[in-house]
């Protein structure tokens, strides 16, 4: 169907998304951290309490303290998020699970899109029914949802004191591991490499392949060793074993070797496109029609011979596994190709990668990349990100990288919340995720892509990287408008007026068309820079640094001994001499002698920000206008459109845009 309704959103109004994290975190209760360990003592715990905590438990449960630093670790990078649950109901360091207490009181309100899913503006509006999405408490839980009863049963301390109290969380692991060891018919031994199987059933897995990957991170953990400083202040260290071999002959004893995918339908193969290094299966989203000729939820494709994939697009679904799986998989919703499982990083492929999705707001770049989703709640940060995640999904990009060849940098490798409007009216309903409180340091060291300091002051340019653990800025409605959220590391630096903190924040004319300064709020974009995003030098002052942001001069504190970020070089785009100022766009699309008889032109209407004479912007990318035109079911009315104009995207603001070659001059930054 054709219609001429603006591009828009992908599904959930971040309104409706804010309530469902606000739900999730009143679940739990915020209580302080009080150590159980005996030797912790009265009061507040020392900052070394937690270690202590880890030793007390292995000892106690004859379990190698680096088995069980090394599933903590891999579970929550031995954080207790104060008492709160993560997104599959898990509490504390080793993320036992208690998904009843977790879930029971909350109600996740999702709604579809109220325009086209797609960003697409040659398909009409369509609903999506909102009661199709609305999940209920099962009536029996999978055992993997379920772990905190039965370690409560196995030490006899209360089900509340495990939630939140973080050396009893830690003795229940290790009580739960001791038990599965015996369960496997294994006796009790010192050497960390007899526990492989164990460790494999821990996160839950019942098949061979999940088990393994879980426990082979575990042991890659043990043998290059990690030290952390939590969120709780406490100084965690698991010492280097270099040599050590787990026992994989163990991997018989993990389970059936079920992994071979759900069953597939529309024409999926049940093997999905993975590494081999993750476990992955196939859970197909429909390819069908429904009524007055509509149809959902992708568009074939033959990528990258019909069109480039040149981006991947990192989201979190603001709801659990089960319901996001739940809801890829009706027509009449949206897509994206894949989903990761907080608990394990087990991952689930929906939509094959030569195929579009309608995942990021915006149909260029939706043909474009592929669209990654992660089990978690944006203004959540205590539902957290686990380090399964982040390492099963830096294993994926790192696949797909290789498969697409695209540059693993933050040009390429964007957040929802990189994705631009596509015109002006678009600009205000696009997605925040995956927010401020994704590590994306972290992440890209995962990657094997660390942001480093390539050039000196001359360099022209900056790379943001604040320490993300002490990088903790003031945000507001995570639970309630108005509210200040709990401190929390950020990946994000604000952008100030004046090189002073008490200047207003800058102003983002796409979202406040009346010039007022951009908010704390947890979903404000309009003021953000966050790591690994390259901006051009606009000036220095002091302990202050200015870029080039969104038409303006925006200032971050940067102090040398504090440094939130780094100097790099590369390539700027600049107004071509004799220009006042230029447009810059949401889309690359052809110019308008490209489309063929029966296409519609697409506008490329400018967004209402200008890039005046003397302004600099970081370039990501360099590609010609195109356009993929799939309005039906019938894939033979599918057609790319590909045109002369030239675009580049640039680093914008917070998000990227695309201007035209012939608006720029493109040269070395340290020119």
């Known amino acids: 169907m054709r219609g001429s309704a603006p591009e828009d959103d ?117 609903t999506v029914h909102a009661d199709r999405a609305k999940p209920g408490v099962p009536a029996e839980l999978p055992a993997r949802l379920r772990t905190l009863p039965l370690a409560a049963k196995l030490t006899g301390l209360p089900a509340a004191k495990l939630r939140t109290d973080p050396a009893a969380n830690v003795l229940g692991g290790a009580a739960l591991l001791a038990a599965e060891q015996r369960k496997l018919g294994l006796g009790t031994s010192a050497d960390p490499a007899k526990w492989y199987a164990a460790v494999a059933h821990y996160a839950g897995e019942d098949d061979t392949k999940g088990g393994a ?90 990528r990258p011979r019909d069109q480039r994939v040149d981006a991947i697009v990192i989201h979190d679904t603001e709801g659990s596994w089960e319901t996001s799986l739940r809801l890829v998989q009706d027509p009449t919703y949206v897509s994206w190709h894949y989903t990761i499982r907080s608990s394990d990083g087990l991952i689930a492929q929906h ?72 015109t002006t009216a678009t600009i205000g309903g696009m997605h925040t995720d995956p927010g401020p409180y994704w590590d994306w340091d972290h992440y890209f060291k995962l990657l094997g892509e660390p942001f480093v300091r390539d050039a000196g002051p001359w360099g022209g340019m900056v790379t943001i990287r604040p320490d993300y653990d002490a990088n903790k800025p003031v945000y507001t409605d995570c639970e309630k408008a ?99 100022d230029i447009p810059v766009y949401g889309r690359a699309y052809p110019e308008k002698a490209a489309y063929p008889a029966g296409v519609p032109v697409q506008d490329v209407s400018p967004l209402p920000y200008k890039l005046a004479a003397g302004q600099k912007y970081a370039v990501g990318e360099r590609m010609r206008g195109e356009y993929f035109y799939a309005p039906t079911f019938d894939v033979s009315k599918h057609t790319v459109v590909r045109g002369k104009d030239v675009y580049y995207e640039i680093q914008l603001g917070h998000r990227v845009g695309y201007v035209r070659a012939a608006d720029v001059n493109v040269r070395s930054s340290d020119s």
């Open 482 to 580: 108005g509210t200040t959220c709990a401190p929390h590391g950020s990946a994000a630096v604000r952008l100030h007026t004046a090189p002073r903190e008490d200047a207003p924040l800058v102003s983002d004319i796409g979202q406040s068309p009346d010039g007022h300064a951009a908010t704390t709020g947890v979903n404000d974009t309009g003021a953000r820079a966050t790591t690994g995003q390259q901006y051009a030098v606009a000036g220095r002052s002091g302990d202050w640094t200015a870029i080039w942001y969104l038409g303006q001069k925006a200032w971050f504190h940067n102090p040398d001994d504090e440094p939130t970020a780094v100097d790099t070089e590369g390539l700027i785009a600049t107004p071509k001499r004799g220009r006042a």
């Open 351 to 422: 939509v094959p990668t030569k195929d579009v999705a309608w995942h990021a707001g915006n149909w260029y770049i939706n043909s474009h990349s592929v669209g990654i989703e992660h089990e978690g709640f944006l203004a959540a940060p205590d539902a957290w990100y686990t380090e399964a995640m982040y390492r099963t999904s830096a294993r994926l990009v790192r696949y797909l990288s290789h498969k697409y060849d695209v540059p693993l940098d933050r040009q390429h490798i964007l957040g929802h919340d990189n994705v631009p409007g596509t």
């Open 10 to 126: 992908k599904r959930t109004p971040r309104s409706a998304l804010r309530r469902s994290a606000t739900a999730v975190a009143a679940a739990a209760l915020l209580l302080p951290l009080v150590s159980a360990a005996p030797s912790a003592g009265a009061g507040q715990p020392g900052p070394d309490a937690l270690q202590r905590a880890f030793t007390d438990a292995a000892a106690r449960f004859h379990v190698p303290r680096s088995v069980l630093l090394g599933v903590s670790y891999l579970e929550s990078r031995w954080d207790g998020h104060s008492g709160a649950p993560s997104v599959s109901g898990g509490y504390g360091p080793m993320h036992l699970t208690d998904a009843r207490t977790a879930l029971s009181s909350v109600v996740q309100e999702f709604s579809g899109p109220g325009e086209d899913a797609r960003g697409d503006s040659s398909r009409a509006r369509r």
């Open 213 to 302: 990957v879980f426990a082979d991170e575990v042991y890659d953990v043990m043998r290059s060793g990690q030290t952390r400083t939590t969120d709780a202040g406490q100084r965690v260290t698991l010492a280097a074993a270099p040599g050590l071999a787990a026992d994989t002959a163990q991997a018989k004893r993990i389970g059936k070797g079920a992994t071979a995918g759900r069953a597939a339908t529309a024409g999926q193969a049940t093997r999905p496109e993975c590494p081999s290094s993750v476990a992955c299966e196939s859970v197909p989203a429909p390819y069908e029609e429904f009524g007055d000729g509509d149809y959902g939820n992708h568009d074939k494709a033959d």
